[in-house]
T-cell receptor
Framework: DTAVSQTPKYLVTQMGNDKSIKCEQN?????MYWYKQDSKKFLKIMFS???????INETVPNRFSPKSPDKAHLNLHINSLELGDSAVYFC??????????????FGPGTRLTVT | GESVGLHLPTLSVQEGDNSIINCAYS??????FIWYKQESGKGPQFIID?????DKRQGQRVTVLLNKTVKHLSLQIAATQPGDSAVYFC????????????FGKGTHLIIQP
């Protein structure tokens, strides 16, 4: 059983387009995240959602918007794609604050290529 | 700037030897640390974690050491195997839980036969 899944795995698109990446977790976790991994493998937090409330937004351009239809899903919408948006995007989930462990479970990643 | 970093970007070890991957952090308020392994084309996988009230924690073939005095974290892998080849990340959490993890830059562990 897949704990955290993302679709699509690969996404190739042109500059200026709008695209979405979907994420689902079946772990019953209350918090979900989006991370961006650049070409140098550096992972950086973009968003986290807890009970449909945005917790943090690490200076991400407003072209990026997370959408959470329910606790098990956190989709990432990107408008007006730019070349610099090319990266691997990871979704993750964890138990909410107060849990004994802050371990985050990561999805397989979505490789976005903007041409 | 980032508060978590690694001393070496690449570490090459002989199969069967022990591996030690180091990490430095700068925020003394960090109270939770975690090591992840990322294989090519996959998402990060949890290895082991440790809270700031501990100095050492052991798992299966792995040990994490935390030295709060010098803000240093290390991951020791015993009897390194070919399957251990991956990029290893340390990460920290400040405040706990939903605040997200701050990752270091990663160390690429290469296993030589």
């Amino acid at each position: 059983d897949t704990a955290v899944s993302q679709t699509p795995k690969y996404l190739v698109t042109q500059m200026g387009n709008d695209k979405s990446i979907k994420c689902e977790q079946n772990l019953g976790h209350d918090t979900m995240y989006w991370y961006k991994q650049d070409s140098k493998k550096f992972l950086k937090i973009m968003f986290s959602y807890n009970n449909k409330e945005l917790i943090i937004n690490e200076t991400v351009p407003n072209r990026f918007s997370p959408k959470s239809p329910d606790k098990a899903h956190l989709n990432l919408h990107i408008n007006s794609l730019e070349l610099g948006d090319s990266a691997v995007y990871f979704c993750a989930s964890s138990q909410e604050r107060g849990s004994s462990s802050y371990e985050q479970y990561f999805g397989p990643g979505t490789r976005l290529t903007v041409t | 700037g980032e508060s978590v970093g690694l001393h070496l970007p690449t570490l090459s070890v002989q199969e069967g030897d022990n591996s030690i991957i180091n990490c430095a952090y700068s925020n003394s308020a960090s109270d939770y640390f975690i090591w992840y392994k990322q294989e090519s084309g996959k998402g990060p996988q949890f290895i082991i974690d440790i809270r700031s009230n501990m100095d050492k924690r052991q798992g299966q073939r792995v040990t994490v050491l935390l030295n709060k005095t010098v803000k240093h974290l290390s991951l020791q892998i015993a009897a390194t195997q070919p399957g251990d080849s991956a990029v290893y990340f340390c990460a920290e959490n400040i405040g706990g839980g939903a605040d997200g993890l701050t990752f270091g830059k990663g160390t690429h562990l290469i296993i030589q036969p």
